[in-house]
């Protein structure tokens, strides 16, 4: 049964993430306050993956678990180009790269996606958006929900009069699009993600290559890029039937930050590094010096 091999893969996993060190060099606090209020403690007690099953066992799993898993949409479109695995320098594959070619699958048919710049928001946010859309099935009832949880996307800089235009504006251009759902479907989107990310880990995950999911975000280590990429691809040719598939690997800090510790192997720092990171790398360094 599948809910066996992923509770051995994930067993596995677990315990290499526990062995390195998965962080945002530039962020100041011991935690991040979501938008309804919880609190995510950026501790390596809070680092553990498990699948979770949304109705019964026979339904695709969700990973979580993880600080990382449980931030907010808003905060990852922050942070996304600033996590850093090991202070190394670290890529990462954005999984929403590949959303249209998900949406042709799920409803067989070529979906013209929206990657024109003529209105207000990034792919990513009009990605999240027809997300948020597909579950509301109502214009209506999505724009007031939307309102009420602007914090969680990252609009709060907007009035709600602002917003609501914004939002309007985009559905109107993409017509086409938002046309496409149909009151029956289900947009498992994160489940896919979960079920490529597992898929990649059975062949890529070793002591040296740890890899994280950040919600549809995938991050790794530079110098095991080409690997990362090769497995991606043939995962998601076999998924959608088709080689036709351009992966695009987006560096995270360039350059690593100048932090003091016993493994420190850059000289310069583009990246401000807080008080809170140097600490818990020294930790870490010191763990792997002393095997404590």
């Known amino acids: 049964m599948k809910t066996h091999e992923y509770r051995e893969i994930l067993r ?24 309804d209020g919880k609190i995510l403690d950026l501790s390596i007690y809070s680092s553990v993956l498990n699948c979770f099953y949304p109705k019964n066992l026979y339904n695709e799993p969700l990973l979580g678990g993880c600080w990382w898993n449980r931030m907010d949409e808003g905060l990852i479109l922050k942070y ?7 202070n ?9 790269d590949f959303f249209p ?7 067989d048919s070529n979906v013209d996606f929206f990657k024109s710049s003529f209105d207000d928001f990034s792919y990513n ?19 007031r929900i939307f309102l009420r949880e602007k914090l969680r996307y990252g609009f709060s800089n907007y009035s ?33 993600c979960s079920r490529i990310f597992l898929n990649l880990i059975k062949v890529s995950l070793n002591r040296d290559n740890p890899i ?24 998601l040719e076999k998924e959608f039937e088709t080689s036709e598939i351009s992966i695009v690997i987006n560096d995270c800090t360039k350059k690593i930050p100048n932090v003091k510790t016993f493994f420190s192997k850059f000289l310069n720092s583009e990246k401000e590094v807080s008080e809170r990171y140097s600490q818990k790398l020294k930790k870490f360094e010191r763990k792997e010096i002393y095997g404590s």
Request: charged share 25%.
């Open 12 to 35: 596995t996993y677990n315990k290499i993430i526990q062995k390195n060190f998965f962080d945002i060099p530039k962020y100041e606090k011991y935690f991040f306050k979501c938008s």
């Open 160 to 192: 709600n009069k602002e917003l609501k235009i914004m939002i309007n504006n985009f559905i109107n251009l993409n017509n086409n699009i938002f046309g496409i759902l149909k009151k029956e479907t289900s947009i498992k989107w994160l489940e896919f």
């Open 125 to 143: 946010e009009k990605c999240y958006i027809f997300l948020k859309y597909a579950k509301s099935k109502n214009k209506e009832m999505f724009t």
């Open 101 to 107: 070619l998900f949406l042709n699958k799920l409803f």
């Open 88 to 96: 190394n320098r670290t890529s990462f594959i954005d999984i929403l």
């Open 80 to 86: 996304k180009e600033n996590f850093i695995i090991n």
């Open 212 to 235: 994280y999911l950040v919600r549809d975000k995938i991050y790794f280590t530079f110098i095991h890029q080409r690997t990362i990429k090769h497995n991606l691809y043939k995962i």
